[in-house]
């Protein structure tokens, strides 16, 4: 596969999703849900993979109206919203088993959560998760739309479906707060941010599309890390450099 663009986020495109999402969000009301993360300096700190409660607990550090349990995660884990654990290490006699998840368990927790909270489906959730973290096959009328959406391929005679409409919003959604949770940032609060997209094909044959969120400042996805147009460099090194400069504001502030 290979990276085709990374550009700020298209002013039509958000409003076109924007638009509905404020529609879908108004007929859905669920509770909201947040990510406890270590951090450093900003930045999420790397542990050593996680159990499952512990990741609960850092999700709702990055989305604080976290209301998911471990019972409700291990469904989730299930239905494709969460990643599967990468090791199950048996205690051995009555203790069990206890399985350790990956360290971007956290961020991808938190990241589902608030993406619910806007009122997408567990099945919407679960389909942006894996456009997002590794690409879906373009292999029907919805992804086609899907794509087209993502792609600002809008013309005023494109009319796409309800679902295309969801799905993409679904995807935007979750992969902006990723990108947010990953930089330690609350998912609740999303930055300006550049989309970078992917397109592939699978073991098959097939077309296969992958987008994703980089947050200038704060966070760079691994697929575009090193390999970032000047002008999104610049942008970065003037967005921290602000972001120095205030904080050393407030220590000093803080001092006096």
């Known amino acids: 596969m290979r990276v085709v663009t990374i550009e700020a986020a298209d002013v039509r495109q958000s409003r076109f999703l924007e638009e509905h999402g404020r529609e879908l969000a108004k007929k859905n009301t669920k509770a909201r849900s947040r990510v406890p993360w ?3 300096a900003g930045r999420v700190e790397v542990m ?20 998911l349990k471990a ?28 399985a350790h998840y990956s360290d971007d368990l956290p961020a991808q927790m938190a990241a589902a959560a608030f993406t619910a909270s806007q009122g997408y489906t567990q099945k919407q959730i679960a389909q942006a998760r894996r456009v997002v973290l590794e690409g879906m096959p373009v292999a029907d009328d919805l992804m086609s739309d899907v794509v087209r959406i993502l ?28 990108a947010m949770a990953r930089g330690g940032r609350t998912v609740s609060r999303p930055w300006g941010h550049m989309v970078g997209i992917v397109h592939g094909t ?11 969120a980089s947050i200038p400042g ?7 890390e090193g390999k970032q147009p000047d002008i999104a460099l610049d942008l970065d090194q003037q967005i921290r450099a602000q972001r120095a400069a205030l904080a050393a504001l407030r220590d000093r502030n803080g001092a006096s």
């Open 48 to 67: 050593n993979g996680v159990t499952l409660e512990e990741a609960v607990e850092a999700a709702r550090k990055l989305y604080p109206d976290l209301t």
């Open 38 to 40: 270590r951090y450093h």
């Open 71 to 98: 019972t409700s995660a291990r469904m989730w884990t299930a239905r494709g919203l969460l990643p599967n654990p990468e090791k199950v290490e048996r205690l051995g006699g009555r203790l069990g088993n206890r």
């Open 151 to 178: 792609t600002n391929n809008i013309s005023p005679d494109f009319i796409p479906s309800k679902g295309a409409l969801e799905l993409a919003g679904a995807v935007q959604r979750y992969s902006i707060s990723l």
């Open 218 to 224: 704060l966070y760079w996805d691994p697929r575009i």
């Open 202 to 212: 699978d073991t098959a044959g097939r077309p296969t599309f992958a987008y994703y």
